[in-house]
């Protein structure tokens, strides 16, 4: 059974750092793709990083340069490292996963994902 679990949200200052974790468990990452994904009020969720062997590491250009997406195969965790946050990164965080990349990071169609964590970013 494919569980995501995610934690690491909270409220930060503009300019500030917040590292994301979600624990991975039930695949392998040779053959799922990873991502992370976030959806702010009243808004639709959108793409913030993928990772898969085949096409490697993706970023959303909103975020590109202040966030780094790695993999710990060794705990089964998937870490999101944003710096520089800014309120437009205020969201609720998604970690999903999916055997094929096109449907998890263009389609946004992920086969399964987490319960999200929140992530507040003040002026």
């Known amino acids: 059974e494919v569980q995501l679990v995610e934690s690491g949200g909270g409220l930060v200052q503009a300019g500030g750092s917040l590292r994301l974790s979600c624990a991975a468990s039930?695949?392998?990452?040779?053959?799922?793709?990873i991502g992370w994904f976030r959806q702010a009020p009243g808004k639709e969720r959108e793409g913030v990083s993928a990772f898969s062997v085949g096409e490697g590491t993706h970023y959303a250009e909103s975020v590109e340069g202040r966030f780094t997406m790695s993999i710990d195969k060794g705990t089964n965790t998937v870490y999101l490292q944003m710096n520089s946050l800014k309120p437009e990164d205020t969201a609720v965080y998604y970690c999903?996963?999916?055997?094929?990349?096109?449907?998890?990071?263009?389609?946004?169609?992920?086969?399964?994902w987490g319960q999200g964590t929140r992530v507040t970013v003040s002026a």
């Open positions: 999903a996963a999916d055997a094929a990349f096109l449907r998890l990071w263009i389609l946004l169609r992920g086969k399964y």
């Open positions: 039930g695949f392998s990452f040779d053959d799922y793709a």
